[in-house]
């Protein structure tokens, strides 16, 4: 049928998923006649175990990367490429080896980073994923193991042929093996597999922390999948089943059978991995009839749906609280999917309709050949880039030129695409002093010098002499090389050899081609001048100014006696605000609310939060309409704009008088964040909800409402990716936004919601767990970690008299009790420590230092002088001379050290310990210039 060889590197004596899957894969294709090679270095430690399976002893082995290149046929069809070494020559063998046989190259994907970091606790750096891109690169087709996995890869592997594929095959299980096991009787048996080195992300950490008093009686049989048990770690699992009654056996390096007679024998798997690409152990304790309990990932709810138990993210409680109830559920399995995954014979024919299908497409090295170039090539370029770059930094440096200077590349040739960045440009980059000072496009001969304004596009800013419309080749040569910014509108001159030797000599080059899908000009465009034209100390001042605002902000939201908080998005369920009073609660709208004058005066917000680059900072018809509404609103309202300041800058260079409404921050920290106050940074996650709203939100309050946030309804029109209210959308304008960006609706259509129900769950499971926080969505949506969560109309009518059509916020807080104790306890008997060993008064600068340790989460310290100016300090610093000293306090950064210019000179300052809003500790000091 095929000739195809399958490179995979093995290790040494060691179990591996991935390796697993790989020759799963040989042994599929050689089922369906395809003369299989397996290249390798060694044989993987389960290769005996395959030895049922019919064709196995069909597949031909060579060894040694080098050698196998000398004995492989001249023409190879297919080369799979299974990753996870860090052996790198072998990503470069198996790429030529394809090259020089002309053959298709099929990278079998397990991971990716974005999907992996979004569920492990411990990230993993990009660093571990380049050579995965290098064989992207190269292929034809990109093969992930599920389709959940598939999502995540076509958002990360960008640099690939134009013809690549995305596909998906599911990895079987050896299930000739599990039907060996017979007359088998199930015990009293909880069966676990874990790993307890390097793998954090496996669960091998918590394994004691799930033994209690459900599993007395029972037996707990532990398979190390691989590397050792740490003896302190061992320690203390079989004193946990001491100290409960539980019989412990531990196992090593099983066969095949021997592990599916575990399984056979148990009651229940323990499944407690954070991240899995795919989840072997699920579908092979579920085809031996036991039960499963694990972590609820979506790609578990994929392959296993309903059929085993989920326990909430990372929640300890939940997870013993479903292992409860699988140990007694006399349910049994219902075997989802599982003729459509486990046999081998499933694998194959998904592998041969694949392979069929692509059997007269030709392969496409120009995209790897471009990125990584020949060593005599690479060699080359790179010694005459350099040399060029050096002679590059050298004229900049000797010649003066104008700060804030923008050239774009390459020249115009037609008027349609003058056009269009034309206006892009007049918004973009305003003439700003000091920081946009004139932009440079040059047209061809036959490029009319007069604009015109694309239909769905707004002339959106003022004058523009400083765009100029030029001519000429050497000046357009001395504009490349001294200009601060490069922006290309055609993608593929990206490679072009001017561009890179600008880009060698630091001048910063962005891809803003509006057709490139490979580009994300809609991003890239709004927050040019925050990464690109301004320095750390001007971006420093604006964080610096914003801050101040938040603290402003702060003191507003405590004179309004804030008990709750309440968000709302613009969904179809935002209609029944006016159901609800949010006396007491600190309200946060965004987006295009801001048009409706009467639901703002009913919610009553003090924030407005937006942050979608097209919609809001964009050049069509839509978002100038949001603008005028958000500007209209800022000036006539006690409230404030809260947005990221890549994008946001750019709206307060358009309306300076505004800065004092504007809260800027930068989206730095890994995860949710739940105290701005303390740490003023955003999480690094997907969309408003998540990046400004929620968190502002824990900032203030525990008790958090939400509404209006439906998410995509599975039967509905999804009007513009999910249904908006009538009265918070601009119906008619959204058509604008998709022609005047046309590759963002291709971008968020790929993987934006996957990625915004991950980021909506993390952070409520976290803020649950972690901070005592409580959120409650007050009507239906169809975002799961919301609806899990939501008050639906037989809880209204359970709680409250049938004639009320108006719930205080107050009133649905009580009826649904007190926040229950998730874990998040103070310590109890410890007084608060504040210590201030200096404070003094330098010109108009305050500086102070000293260490705060309190008995509670989160405390925040507060400043306020007598001249009227309050701060909260940013945050602290870790002293573990003092931690180490009162080592029963938790706290880690209880270090102060903070400084702040002031314009009047005060005499006393209080310094108050807050938790929360609630004022625990105060204390005052006189001040004079320079001295205490």
């Not at 471009?370 to 040399?387: A, F, H, N, V, W």
């Amino acid at each position: 049928m095929f000739t195809v060889a399958i490179y995979v590197s093995n290790p040494d004596g060691v179990y591996s998923g991935g390796r697993y899957h790989g020759l799963m894969v040989t042994e599929a294709l050689a089922k369906v006649r395809c003369q299989t090679y397996y290249v390798t270095n060694r044989l993987p430690v389960f290769w005996n175990d395959f030895e049922a399976f019919p064709n196995h002893n069909e597949i031909n082995c060579l060894f040694g990367w080098e050698d196998a290149n000398k004995k492989l046929p001249n023409k190879l069809d297919y080369v799979f490429i299974v990753p996870g070494t860090s052996d790198k020559s072998f990503y470069d063998h198996a790429i030529n080896s394809a090259k020089n046989r002309n053959a298709k190259i099929v990278l079998i994907n397990f991971e990716t980073e974005n999907w992996f970091n979004q569920y492990a606790p411990k990230k993993k750096t990009s660093e571990q994923w380049s050579d995965w891109k290098k064989v992207a690169s190269a292929a034809s087709i990109i093969l992930s193991i599920t389709d959940e996995g598939g999502k995540y890869a076509k958002e990360y592997y960008t640099e690939v042929p134009a013809s690549i594929s995305f596909a998906t095959c599911y990895p079987p299980i050896n299930t000739k093996a599990a039907d060996d096991v017979v007359g088998v009787e199930r015990k009293k048996q909880i069966f676990l597999l874990a790993r307890f080195s390097g793998d954090t992300h496996k669960g091998g950490s918590i394994v004691d922390k799930l033994i209690d008093e459900n599993l007395r009686g029972y037996k707990l049989a532990i398979l190390v999948g691989t590397g050792v048990v740490p003896d302190k770690e061992k320690a203390y699992i079989e004193n946990e089943c001491a100290k409960f009654g539980v019989e412990i056996e531990w196992y090593f390096k099983l066969s095949e059978t021997e592990k599916f007679k575990l399984y056979k024998e148990s009651e229940v798997l323990l499944f407690p991995s954070y991240f899995e690409g795919y989840g072997y152990p699920p579908i092979e304790a579920r085809y031996c009839g036991c039960k499963v309990v694990a972590f609820d990932l979506p790609v578990l709810k994929e392959t296993c749906g309903d059929d085993i138990f989920l326990a909430k993210h990372g929640d300890l409680s939940d997870f013993k609280l479903k292992l409860e109830k699988a140990i007694a559920s006399k349910a049994e399995v219902s075997g989802y999917r599982l003729q459509e995954l486990a046999p081998l014979s499933s694998a194959a024919k998904s592998l041969e309709a694949l392979l069929v299908s692509f059997k007269e497409v030709e392969p496409d090295y120009s995209c790897y050949e471009r990125i990584y170039p020949s060593l005599d090539q690479k060699k080359g370029e790179s010694i005459l880039l350099t040399r060029c770059a050096q002679g590059v930094k050298v004229i900049r440096k000797l010649f003066k030129r104008n700060k804030g200077t923008v050239t774009y590349f390459p020249k115009f040739q037609e008027s349609k695409s003058f056009s269009n960045h034309y206006y892009r440009a007049a918004w973009y980059l305003p003439e700003i002093k000091g920081i946009v000072s004139k932009v440079n496009m040059y047209l061809t001969s036959n490029c009319a010098a007069k604009p015109e304004l694309p239909p769905a596009m707004v002339d959106s800013a003022g004058q523009k002499t400083h765009i100029k419309i030029l001519r000429g080749k050497l000046n357009y040569l001395k504009d490349l090389l001294f200009s601060d910014v490069i922006m290309v509108t055609n993608g593929e001159d990206i490679s072009n050899f001017w561009v890179r030797l600008i880009k060698s000599a630091g001048v910063p080059v962005v891809n803003v081609d509006t057709n490139d899908v490979k580009a994300k000009e809609y991003g890239d465009y709004p927050g040019a001048i925050w990464r690109f034209l301004i320095d750390n100390d001007h971006r420093k001042t604006v964080i610096d100014n914003s801050y101040n605002n938040l603290s402003e902000l702060t003191s507003k939201i405590k004179a309004r006696n804030v008990r709750y908080a309440a968000v709302f998005g613009t969904g179809p369920s935002l209609d029944n605000a006016y159901d609800y009073s949010f006396d007491n609660t600190f309200t946060v709208v965004c987006n295009s609310t801001v048009q409706n004058d009467q639901l703002m005066d009913h919610i009553n917000p003090l924030v407005v939060a937006a942050g979608d680059a097209v919609s809001h900072f964009g050049v069509s018809h839509y978002a100038a309409q949001f603008r005028q509404d958000l500007v209209r609103v800022l000036k006539s309202r006690d409230i404030y704009y809260f947005g990221t300041a890549t994008f946001g800058y750019l709206l307060q260079l358009h309306y300076p008088d505004l800065a004092q409404k504007f809260i800027l921050i930068e989206q730095k920290t890994d995860g949710p964040n739940f105290d701005l106050l303390a740490t003023f940074s955003a999480p690094k996650l997907d969309s408003t909800m998540n990046i400004h709203m929620l968190p502002l939100a824990a900032t203030f309050a525990d008790d958090i409402f939400i509404l209006g946030c439906d998410g995509k309804a599975p039967k509905k029109d999804n009007e513009d990716f999910w249904a908006h209210s009538k009265a918070a959308q601009y119906h008619d304008l959204v058509d604008t936004g998709h022609i005047c960006h046309p590759t963002f609706d291709i971008h968020r259509q790929q993987s934006t919601y996957s990625r915004h129900l991950d980021s909506v769950r993390s952070t409520l499971e976290q803020g649950e767990q972690k901070f005592h926080k409580r959120y409650t969505s007050l009507r239906e949506s169809y975002i799961p970690a919301f609806s899990e969560r939501n008050l639906d109309e037989s809880w209204y009518k359970d709680n409250f008299e049938s004639s009320e059509d108006n719930y205080k916020i107050s009133d649905v807080a009580s009826k649904l009790g007190p926040i229950k104790e998730l874990g998040v306890k103070d310590t109890l008997g410890l007084d608060i420590k504040l210590s201030i060993s200096s404070i003094s008064m330098e010109k108009n600068t305050f500086k102070t230092t000293g260490w705060l340790l309190a008995p509670f989460k989160n405390p925040r310290i507060h400043f306020e002088f007598d001249n009227g100016i309050e701060f909260y300090l940013p945050k602290r610093t870790k002293r573990p001379d003092v931690t180490k000293k009162y080592a029963a306090y938790t706290e880690q950064n209880a270090g102060i050290d903070f400084s702040v210019e002031l314009e009047n000179i005060p005499s006393k300052v209080r310094i108050s310990v807050l938790s929360g809003l609630d004022i625990k500790y105060q204390k005052e000091f006189k001040l004079t210039c320079d001295k205490v």
